[in-house]
């Protein structure tokens, strides 16, 4: 008996003493905190970006990964409040993109196979009921649109339906939507990422010229086209912005717009064409595999007159016309597309160096804008035109990823070559922390990279 | 109770994955060696030293490692530590004279000696899922050092001694792909190796008067050369053809070490002793980590981490005294630097500046047995770095305890 409660004691003592060798090291936790911000009630103005849209769609699960969503989770850990989105139902949503498979072509380049999955037909039902909502993005809309009460309802814009789904009443202008939200919230804090559309819009139809909706993509005439906004139009919609998200004295970060012909959706097709020691896009030989055939669209040239021009380093060609591009069976019929001066590439396919140029200019332009009104009313800019052309030219790596800009494989970039993929969301929103801790002495937690996934692979 | 103690973590101790646990009389002295003849280990701490151990010896010991490391990723403030397992540290060593010590021949001076032990290892594993899964998930790293080793003590003030190394290498990495499938579930990937090396060890132990002894040694680098490597990838089955299970090779260059040591002794039977000593490795030399594949895999030909390792020094201070006839105890206290700069510092070896100290007895309950135990606790400095190349920045901490036996027997 005695030796008993003798082993008993020394095994318990053991056991003890392993126990508490076994006990983890302490490190001292961070300290998180808000600082001078208020995350009660936040409120997240924008468009598709801040929507959460991802592979030209949106599902209730790309809602959960959008920025502003993963901003008031972080916000929660300091105080912050609950955060409403104008939830689509669980499923497909409005049926984004996927890749069905990847093939190669015949010179080794992968190929994916990238197609909608099918419509869930109860994404775009009404649920203004269940607002109000904390997030405003509304995708499509551009400052340009503010004060537009028919641009929710007219069957010719395509994003109509986002803003249709969200409000009681059809004819609801973006300002009035935004308004009558700051009355019911009265925000604490707010993010402002407007304007991207503003110049997108024009630059995604190659030039401003209609969607291929008639059969016809060459008609480009204001105002039933894309236009880029001019900048004085842009700085009065966005002070009216401004004047009413301030009314009730809240803290927020302003977002620079960013430089569109960084977006994969422009480079993603046209660096296929890249030659070395060649100034001209040149596709590959189908056999030889050597960059060898010119590539030719139409534009305007100098005198206004519609030209076949071929195509330069500086054109960029669209990333929907590259599954268009050699095919004989489209445009003009027995031509291959795009390589042969008589069946040329739509204007709409193609921004051209002049293009570029134009929207270079009034992107510049905007985000001059942004910036000086962000120092007039003492809020910060999260400078997103820089962070994204980082991106593009040397890459980012974070926790033992590496993202960059590239289509597909980049990681940051969805499959419509726009919009982020969850990553992408996760790393804006940890640069918008940054900005808000520096700016308001915060110690805000980012949220964490790797629970995002980039573009997912069947 | 034999499951708690597989319930413990493993850990490496000195700079890099470097293991210093290669005797358990000087484990109780915080790895003193090099300036003492201290029975058959003295193959490894210092091959001259061997020239003055009498007698055919033969001792073996192991030392499993107890260790904890904590890791902070601070932005998010998420923490995770180190999954358990368990790694024993084990050494081998002989020792015979060949002529009969009375007689003062040329060949009563000579020894000759073999050890086996393990000087570099590693086996950690974090959760499957944390946040520096795209990093490591776990890695085991073995070797295994074999060496014949002759001395000769010329005199009873100089003795050398050298002994040539084979190593054997093997290790295992596994880590998660940023490559998700539909389901939103990483890709794997898992790179295994093994490959040996020559090289050689080399000492020499100077005895200027019976109190004094002064001891070098020199171990040189191992150059282990893997040339048939296997790697496994999961991956989404549409880029499969991106991440074949291809081969590669990789040379690992396992630093030189300089041994040097002074020891004093208390009483001319020469039982105690205080010892001072200076380690120094060449970790200069490991620069990168480079994996060559045969085929590319996701369009590169290889993969190169910097690693920009700078060498390393460990200073200690130990002793032993005869406490009575048949008991010998030990103390010792060590301060071992970090080997890893601040830009390169990688989960998989969260190497920190490391002090600690041991304590051990040899006990010999018959005139040419003993019985040899050590305890040894290491702490880690905490460190917080950003991995240039990963962007992974983190704060590590950890501890280690080291309970060591074994045995040495005197023919």
């Known amino acids: 008996m005695q030796l008993y409660n003798k082993k008993t004691t020394l095994c318990i003592l053991g056991l003890s003493i392993l126990t508490w060798l076994s006990c983890n090291p302490e490190i001292e936790q961070p300290v998180f905190s808000k600082g001078d911000a208020d995350f009660s009630r936040l409120i997240t103005v924008g468009n598709s970006l801040t929507a959460g849209i991802e592979s030209n769609g949106l599902t209730h699960y790309f809602q959960e990964a959008s920025y502003p969503n993963i901003l008031a989770e972080q916000f929660k850990k300091v105080g912050g409040g609950e955060f409403n989105q104008p939830w689509v139902p669980e499923g497909s949503g409005s049926g984004p993109l996927q890749i069905t498979a990847i093939a190669n072509d015949n010179c080794g380049n992968p190929s994916p196979t990238i197609a909608a999955i099918t419509t869930d037909s109860h994404w775009s039902d009404n649920v203004s009921s269940e607002g109000p909502f904390n997030n405003l993005g509304i995708p499509g809309i551009s400052l340009q649109a503010l004060d537009n009460a028919s641009w929710a309802s007219n069957p010719l814009n395509p994003f109509g339906t986002f803003l249709l789904r969200t409000t009681p009443t059809p004819n609801t202008t973006y300002y009035n939507y935004i308004s009558s939200h700051i009355e019911d919230i009265k925000p604490t804090f707010f993010i402002s990422w407007i304007g991207d559309n503003d110049a997108l819009a024009y630059a995604a139809t190659g030039g401003g010229y209609l969607p291929d909706l008639f059969g016809i993509k060459d008609v480009a005439s204001p105002p039933l086209t894309p236009y880029l906004t001019s900048s004085e139009d842009f700085e009065v919609a966005y002070r009216k912005i401004l004047d009413v998200l301030l009314a009730n004295d809240p803290k927020g970060v302003l977002v620079t717009i960013p430089d569109v012909t960084a977006l994969p959706y422009m480079s993603a097709v046209t660096s296929r064409f890249y030659a070395e020691g060649s100034d001209a896009l040149l596709a590959q030989d189908p056999t030889t595999c050597q960059h060898s055939i010119p590539l030719y669209y139409k534009a305007k040239n100098s005198s206004g007159i519609v030209d076949t021009l071929a195509a330069m380093r500086g054109d960029f060609i669209i990333l929907s016309a590259g599954n268009y591009i050699g095919s004989t069976t489209y445009a003009v019929q027995g031509l291959p597309y795009g390589l042969h001066p008589n069946n040329p590439l739509y204007n709409a396919d193609v921004l051209d160096h002049n293009e570029v140029a134009a929207t270079q200019q009034s992107i510049n332009a905007y985000n001059q804008i942004i910036k000086n009104l962000g120092s007039e009313h003492n809020l910060p800019v999260a400078d997103m035109y820089q962070e994204l052309n980082d991106l593009a030219q040397n890459g980012l790596a974070v926790e033992g990823i590496e993202v960059n800009a590239d289509f597909l494989t980049g990681g940051f970039f969805s499959l419509d070559g726009i919009h982020p993929t969850d990553r992408g969301y996760a790393i804006i929103a940890n640069k918008l922390i940054d900005v808000i801790n520096t700016h308001y002495k915060a110690h805000i937690p980012h949220a964490d990279i790797t629970r995002y996934p980039g573009v997912q692979f069947p | ?411």
């Open chain 2, 1 to 411: 109770m034999l499951l708690w103690l597989l319930a413990c973590n493993t850990y490496t101790q000195a700079g890099g994955f470097q293991v210093q646990l290669q005797g358990q009389k000087a484990n109780g002295m915080a790895h003193i060696g090099t300036a003492v003849p201290l029975g058959a280990s003295s193959v490894y701490f210092n091959p001259g030293a061997l020239g003055y151990v009498n007698g055919t010896r033969i001792s073996a010991g192991v030392s499993p490692l107890l260790a904890n490391v904590s890791v902070l990723h601070p932005q998010t403030g998420a923490t995770s530590a180190k999954e358990t397992s368990i790694g024993t540290p084990l050494s081998l060593f002989f020792s015979t004279s060949l002529g009969k010590s009375e007689s003062n021949s040329a060949l009563s001076r000579l020894r000759l000696g073999l050890g086996i032990y393990t000087p570099f290892g590693s086996a950690i594993s974090y959760p499957d899922d944390w946040i520096g899964r795209y990093l490591v998930q776990s890695v085991d790293l073995k070797t295994f050092y074999i060496q014949p080793t002759v001395a000769y003590a010329i005199n009873e003030y100089v003795s050398l001694g050298a002994g040539f190394v084979y190593g054997l290498g093997k290790f295992t990495i596994n880590r998660a792909i940023p490559l998700a499938n539909s389901q939103g579930v990483d890709g794997q990937a898992k790179l295994s190796g093994s490959g040996g090396g020559i090289g050689f060890n080399a000492g020499i132990l100077i005895r200027p008067t019976p109190r004094l002894s002064v001891g070098v040694s020199y171990i040189s680098a191992g150059k282990v050369s893997i040339s048939d490597g296997k790697t496994e990838f999961t991956v989404p089955q549409s880029v499969a053809p991106l991440f074949p299970n291809t081969s590669f090779s990789s040379s690992i260059t396992l630093p030189n070490q300089l041994l040097v040591g002074v020891a004093y002794y208390f009483n001319v039977e020469n039982e105690n002793f205080i010892s001072v000593q200076m380690d120094r490795a060449g970790w200069g030399v490991f620069k990168e980590l480079r994996f060559d594949y045969a085929q590319p895999v996701a369009g590169e030909e290889y993969l190169a981490e910097p690693r920009n390792y700078e060498a390393n020094y460990v200073f200690r201070v130990g002793g032993q005294a005869k406490a009575t006839q048949n008991l010998v105890v030990r103390a010792g206290a060590f301060y071992d630097t970090a080997s890893a700069p601040d830009c390169c510092v990688t989960p998989e070896v969260p190497d920190t500046d490391k002090y600690g100290g041991s304590i051990g007895l040899t006990y010999s309950p018959i005139e040419n047995l003993d019985i040899d135990l050590s305890f040894m606790l290491v702490q880690s400095k905490q460190r917080t770095t950003t991995n240039a190349y990963s962007g992974f920045t983190a704060t590590y901490a950890g501890h280690a305890y080291i309970p060591g036996i074994g045995i040495e027997y005197k023919f």
